[in-house]
């Protein structure tokens, strides 16, 4: 059976309830402004597929953040994994690298981050195909081992979303540029914030970077870049740019020769 839609009609955490509660085996496949995404249900129960490319790199920026395993290994194991679509994780323990438990819990903080991502990109349509297993170029695959279940993660999903609201009264998109002001906050009395992921976001506020920019450069969530940067933002360390600046920085970079550079300003 073959459900097809749009999210005017359907909400993605209500989809995937009802995709649980009816016990479906398939692959949810949604057209989104970035291109395909697909998730895999299993009787309740999610996974993402091997070769989802999207999935290994954020399993590789969690274990980079935490700066205890040896970079070379992560990029070998990364191109592992662009040759033969099989997913990081695996390849990691296979290397000696992770734990199979290590393996399954950053697996897990992935999954939540992927749905999240999910949730907030525009979304145009989706389809849901009965009894196969696909990826998002729509090949068929395999899931990856370590399915999870739907109604724990659409608990944490629920959460993060409600939290984005407050976020997103300051930080209203992620193309947003910003930069600091000088000014000099103290953070560590926040026990909402990370002091860790404050100390990644900082540095990479550079008033060329947008907050997508600077979630990639921090080798963070965007969830949890975003909620530094609001926490900053409403303390006067960082400021938007202001427009005329950004025209301003982009020309100078076209003129450098440093097209994709100016794209986001």
Known sequence: MTIKGTLETFNLRE?????????????LLLETERGPRTLFVDNGRLAFLQNDPHVSRAFLRRLRRQRAYDPDRLDRAEEIHRHSG????????????????ERNETYEAVVGERLFRAQLTAIQRFEFIDGKAL????????????????????????????????????IPTTREVYEGTGAAVDLEG?????????????????????????????????FTAAQVLAELCTA???????????VARARQRLARGEALGALPL
């Open 135 to 170: 990826r998002p170029d729509g090949e068929e695959g395999e899931p990856i081992d370590h399915p999870l279940a739907v109604d724990a993660l659409l608990l944490d999903l629920t959460r993060r979303v409600d939290h984005w609201s407050m976020i997103a009264d300051v």
């Open 15 to 27: 989809l995937l309830q009802m995709l649980a509660f009816n016990r479906k085996v398939g692959t």
């Open 190 to 222: 926040n026990e909402d914030l990370d002091p860790e992921a404050v100390d990644l976001v900082v540095p990479c506020v550079d008033g060329c970077r947008n907050v997508e920019q600077i979630t990639e450069a921090a080798n963070l969530d965007l």
């Open 86 to 101: 099989r997913f990081v994780g695996d390849v990691l323990v296979e290397m000696g690298l992770l734990g199979l438990a």
């Open 236 to 246: 006067g360390a960082i400021r938007p740019v202001a427009t005329a600046d950004l």
